[in-house]
């Protein structure tokens, strides 16, 4: 299962709602150039800082896999541009055949109302065995793998792994240890820092907007 995959799982509630709509196409964007460089797709420019990373494409034709097959011409489109840029505007756009894929194997299902239409998971397992790695992961003495930093600093950025993870934060001593052991493990990943610098910008936006209308 792809890294998009799986945050996509982890991110959607029991009833397919995004947990964080705002900044769910962000996740997916980041979690989708890490599985378009692991495809060997796209190669990021890791030493040169959140500021001047540049996403580049090394490689044509296709991957085999569907998800990635359908982001290959917006990943074209992105070569040369800054990492930290496209992932704030949410590209590659990675929802749509995530979802697609997803229902395809099973692990969502479509549920059609009057004036939308909502993918629900299946069952809770895969999500739950995902979380339950990613806490793994996390406490002292776990092993975690680049998949499983992206992924929780991702959530640490979206403010939902303490709510995701109870496991993991009630070993640490408090809250803020917590969240400063998941700032050291993540603080290096290019995309994880893209995704926060998303965030940030965005909740930077929002304040002067409500600082313009008090």
């Known amino acids: 299962m792809l890294t998009a995959e799986k945050l996509h799982l982890v991110l959607t509630a029991e009833d397919g709602r995004p947990l964080v709509p705002t900044h769910h196409s962000t996740a997916l964007a980041a979690a989708a150039l890490a599985d378009l460089r692991r495809a060997g797709v796209v190669a990021l420019e890791e030493d040169a800082g959140v500021d001047r990373a540049r996403v580049t494409v090394v490689s044509a034709g296709t991957t085999d896999h569907p998800v990635l097959d359908a982001l290959l011409p917006e990943a074209d489109a992105l070569s040369g541009k800054k990492v930290a840029a496209v992932v704030g505007k949410g590209r590659p756009r990675a929802r749509k055949p995530v979802v697609a894929h997803l229902t395809e194997t099973g692990e969502l299902e479509e549920h059609k109302a009057l004036l939308n239409t909502r993918h629900v998971p299946t069952s809770p397992t895969t999500r739950q065995e995902i979380l339950d790695r990613l806490s793994r992961a996390l406490t ?75």
Do not use: K
């Open 140 to 214: 002292e003495g776990g092993d975690p793998s680049d998949e499983d930093l992206l992924i929780l600093g991702v959530l640490h950025h979206l403010n939902v792994a303490r709510h995701l993870l109870p496991q993991a934060r009630e070993q640490e001593a408090s809250r803020r240890e917590f969240t400063r052991r998941l700032e050291r493990l993540t603080r290096d990943d290019l995309l994880v820092r893209s995704v926060g610098r998303a965030v940030g910008l965005t909740s930077a936006t929002a304040a002067a907007t409500a600082a313009q209308h008090s």
